[in-house]
């Protein structure tokens, strides 16, 4: 399992009966979780201290219970490979990203902690890559980009990144983190787009990217009412995309939170798509979150990774 082990703003302090206690920054929140099936004692104090609990609806979705938390706040990942030179505003802290966080529909935040074991894989890879040929311009495609950390990460390791999503109001929330980051000037191309139409016309202009990252939702639609289901779409897409990386490239890698991908689902897509044609090697595996109370570590969804 690849885990997200070096957060030090965000933390799993606990979890039980369907829900994880987190903390995030200074704040305390609850919220549910459906790997969560065992009910062990709630012993950790934050229970009872709580400031967002979203409450499950039996009838679908939920809602938040709020206890002195504000509408917004933000927090911060340190990076290693965190290198871009425009990180570095007198009020942002050298290798250090910055998410604004709020609390929103179904039970989100607007960032997903355990992608942090990714960012800090391809990260390496950029920065790497950089190093061996600083006036190589990498170019990496983010799709179904969300709130920016993956397009934040690939930014700050010196890639130049476009950065592609359906909803306008995710692409404006990433711009912001992005300027809170100190990458308000880096070279980013945000896009509100359908991804697979997206792509289709980026094969068409001869267009190719060192990088590809998706971290596509189970269900979604795009902007002009496109329909996407993750078991039916995911392996032509994954096909398509391929089509975009170039003779050099560095990384390919998929993440999922549906059930029924699992790592070696993902694996065998990947070698299917991307290894006949460019060799090179692939993993899969669960990624997973620390536990403070228990030690033991929380599952969140797998991840396939491709590299040269």
Known sequence: MWIASNWKDYEVLDTSNGEKLERWGDYILVRPDPQVIWNTPHDHKGWKKKNGHYHRSAKGGGEWEFFNLPNEWSIHYEGEHFTHANMRPDNVPGGQLTFHLKPFSFKHTGLFPEQATNWDWFSKKINEAKAQEPERQIKVLNLFAYTGGATLSAAAAGAAVTHVDASKGMVGW???????????????????????????????????????????????????????????????????????????????????????????????????????????????????????????????????????
């Open 174 to 308: 990433a711009k912001e983190n992005a300027q809170a980051s100190g990458l308000g000037d880096a070279p980013i191309r945000w896009l509100v787009d359908d991804c697979v139409k997206f792509v289709e016309r980026e094969i068409r202009r001869g267009n190719k990217y060192d990088g590809i990252i998706m971290d596509p939702p189970s269900y979604g639609r795009g902007p002009k009412g496109e329909i996407w289901k993750i078991e039916e779409s995911i392996w032509p897409f994954i096909e398509l995309t391929s089509q975009l990386l170039s003779d050099n490239a560095l990384f390919f890698l998929i993440n999922s939170y549906t059930t029924g991908l699992q790592p070696a689902v993902l694996s065998y897509m990947i070698n299917t798509a991307i290894v006949k044609r460019f060799c090179g090697h692939v993993e899969a595996e669960e990624i997973g979150l620390p536990v403070t109370e228990s030690g033991l570590v929380l599952p969140c969804g797998a991840s396939g990774r491709w590299e040269k």
